[in-house]
């Protein structure tokens, strides 16, 4: 091989050299890029998660604020829950103590009579919104059916549906399995509506709702007082047996 064939093939393998030299280059530079923008994605992940994070603190923080209140709202409700049941057994025991009432039949048991009689047209809307009321109860609808009747009694407050209403507001809360608020119902019944006709299941159902919270004591005055007010009647009959149901 002549020397002048030697330097072109030194040449031409110093040129494969460095091409392959600068080929290596450029795909570590593209490489380079490359980790610079999946470490720029991780980067804004990163301040997204921190950014979900802070949002959920906050919203925890808010629940958690929501939940306090709520909790007061609970225990105050069930405070003055107390305190009513509280008045209603004090009720009680002076009823037990006193001496007997004067026996009232089932027969005299009337409807509350309204001081002034309402018009016709009143007492036909009465009626409807009444009977309304009433269709939301049997479809078993009872928070509602408790709104429809409060609202019956705020637009109607002496109709010879009043007591009803105030009865089936009780019943409502009986069936939802509210019973201390079912007594307080029924009691608003006894005070208001003395005469009325649903009185003597209001008593006795105030009854069978201590009897549920466990208070025998309290139920066995209400059964008494059952019996004593309307011995002839329905109610009195269920009374006798709860009686005897009671330990």
């Known amino acids: 091989m002549t020397m002048k064939a030697k330097i072109y093939l030194f040449f031409l393998s110093l040129f494969s050299l460095l091409l392959n030299a600068c080929v290596s280059i450029d795909q570590l530079n593209s490489d380079v890029a490359d980790l610079k923008m999946e470490v720029a994605d991780l980067k804004k992940e990163n301040q997204n998660l921190r950014k979900e994070m802070a949002d959920l603190s906050t919203q925890i923080d808010d629940t958690q604020s929501s939940l306090q209140e709520l909790r007061g709202q609970i225990d105050e409700q069930q405070h003055n829950t107390n305190k009513n049941l509280k008045e209603i057994k004090d009720r009680l025991n002076r009823l037990e103590k006193a001496s007997s009432p004067s026996v009232v039949t089932s027969s005299s048991v009337t409807s509350a009579i309204p001081e002034t009689t309402p018009p016709p047209s009143a007492l036909f809307d009465a009626e409807e919104v009444y009977n309304e009321a009433y269709r939301l109860f049997k479809e078993g609808r009872y928070p509602e059916a408790r709104a429809a009747f409060t609202k019956f009694l705020q637009q109607f407050p002496q109709t010879e549906y009043s007591d009803n209403a105030q009865f089936w507001i009780g019943e409502a809360y009986f069936k939802e399995g509210k019973i201390e608020e079912a ?34 004591d309290n139920a066995r005055i209400i059964f008494k007082r059952v019996i004593e007010k309307y011995p002839n009647s329905p109610q009195a009959d269920t009374a006798r047996k709860e009686l005897e149901g009671l330990s």
């Open 183 to 216: 007594i307080l119902a029924y009691e608003e019944v006894i005070k208001k509506y003395p005469q009325g006709n649903k009185t003597p299941d209001a008593l006795l159902k105030q009854g069978v709702s201590f009897k549920i919270l466990g208070d025998n």
